[in-house]
């Protein structure tokens, strides 16, 4: 039997839904195995073909989507044609709400999100593509190890003309803060302490407040290229900025901030977006 391997493929960024933490926003490294015959050329398969492949699998069926455990307690999950929503109840008695085209989620089975779920899917996905010397898959989905501080956020971006404009969709994300060219990681903790499991929206795209059960709540809804999104969540799992919340904001949004409780210092802000990519500020 001969292997071919490629690792750090590619990353899923991604948001799940999970009972206890809320929206939680992810990035899995994706390493895959194929196991198979020999073709003509002496290969498993063509290293190019296997990225294009596989890349294309993923980006449609998991990267940037909300992904659901179908089995999570409390989950409600309707379809309306190309629409879905979704209501799910939290431990701590607050409700996430979700209306997006049903391209936006994806569900799986399970009481939790697992990576081994998230696999199989994927290899299942991948057998019906692969040419038929390929008798054998493993993906492998991991996350990127981090040495400091780092936190999981969810967010949309409407005017996005990709899949970004999902209203949840995430990431897992290190922070590098610097004070006049030194690593201040009690600013690093700080912030990533205030944006663990965090929403960050934008304060036009709320279109309700509202309290129930004496819970408050931030509604918010846009109309983007693939449709209408809507998501409702409690006002304790959200941070609201002026701005769109991309990178380059984000960034420029948490440079500002530490710029204010340190005006005689100079300010760098690195903000990743997932894995190895994000957006530097300074101030």
């Not at 999970?18 to 063509?46: C, Y």
């Not at 569900?107 to 996905?125: F, I, K, N, T, Y």
């Not at 600013?187 to 944006?195: D, G, H, S, T, Y």
């Not at 663990?196 to 408050?216: H, K, L, M, P």
């Amino acid at each position: 039997m001969n292997h071919l391997f490629v690792d750090n493929l590619t990353v899923i960024d991604f948001a799940y839904l999970d009972h206890h933490r809320g929206l939680v926003g992810e990035s899995w490294i994706v390493d895959v195995m194929l196991a198979g015959e020999l073709d003509e050329q002496g290969m498993v398969f063509d290293f190019g073909s296997v990225k294009r492949t596989i890349k294309r699998v993923i980006d449609e069926r998991v990267d940037h989507r909300l992904v659901v455990p179908r089995d999570q307690a409390g989950l409600q999950v309707r379809e309306h044609g190309d629409r879905v929503e979704l209501e799910c109840p939290l431990s701590d008695g607050s409700v996430i709400t979700h209306s997006s085209p049903v391209e936006a989620v994806l569900l799986v089975g399970g009481r939790e999100v697992l990576p081994s779920a998230v696999s199989a899917l994927l290899q299942d996905e991948l057998r019906a593509v692969l040419p038929g010397n390929v008798i054998g898959i493993e993906v492998h989905l991991r996350e990127e190890e981090i040495d400091g501080p780092y936190y999981h956020y969810v967010h949309g971006l409407k005017k996005h003309l990709g899949n970004c404009q999902r209203i949840a969709h995430g990431h897992r994300s290190r922070i590098q803060i610097q004070r006049n060219h030194a690593r201040d990681q009690q600013l690093e903790r700080e912030w990533a302490r205030r944006w663990q499991d965090i929403y960050i929206g934008t304060e036009e795209d709320i279109s309700a407040r509202f309290v129930e059960d004496e819970i408050n709540y931030v509604s918010f809804t846009y109309e983007a290229n693939q449709g209408e999104f809507s998501l409702t969540l409690s006002a304790n799992r959200v941070y609201l900025m002026e701005t769109d919340t991309t990178v380059e904001l984000i960034a420029a949004h948490l440079a500002d901030a530490c710029k204010r409780s340190h005006s005689d210092d100079e300010i760098r802000v690195k903000a990743f977006e997932g894995v190895g990519k994000g957006a530097l500020a300074i101030r």
